[in-house]
């Protein structure tokens, strides 16, 4: 079995956004063996302001990113974007969140925005690393992605 596990490091919690690194390890498993694929840094992320991980009361409506955990990843359809995207799955207090293209926080409306963090505040060449991350997932039989600010 495939197996991708990302790992989202948040490495800078602003006052409207956070940045952060996107890195994987791309595996086979087969029985008790495992064979390492690919792994490394595959991108920055740009992502809407961290309000902490109880968000119960804290949560504002397109304007917060999601809380650090471990969440699995499924290709779905978006009818937002009219095409298939890795979703991530069961963030409380959020529904339809993914991994999708953009290039300021305004667009992330609590997803996640691969890219490359090059200018303050803000991710670009975006399409081409979700394309990039997207390919990958496409090859894994299961996806998983843990977020965790450094």
């Known amino acids: ?70 969440y699995k990843i499924v290709m779905t359809y978006s009818p937002k974007f009219n095409k298939e995207l890795p979703q991530i799955l069961n963030v409380p207090f959020f529904t339809d969140i993914y991994f999708h293209s953009g290039n300021i926080p305004e667009h992330s409306l609590g997803c996640v925005l691969p890219g490359e963090n090059k200018i303050v505040g803000r991710v670009i060449n975006s399409v081409i690393k979700t394309n990039e991350l997207i390919a990958l997932i496409k090859k894994a039989d299961e996806s998983y992605v843990r977020i965790k600010n450094v």
């Open 1 to 70: 079995m495939k197996m991708l596990n990302l790992y989202l490091f948040r490495t800078h919690l602003k006052e409207k956004y956070s940045i952060g690194n996107l890195y994987h390890i791309f595996s086979d498993c087969k029985g008790k063996n495992m064979t390492i694929l690919s792994k490394g840094y595959l991108c920055d992320t740009l992502e809407d302001k961290f309000r902490g991980n109880n968000l119960k009361d804290k949560k504002v409506y397109g304007e917060t990113c999601i809380p650090e955990g471990l």
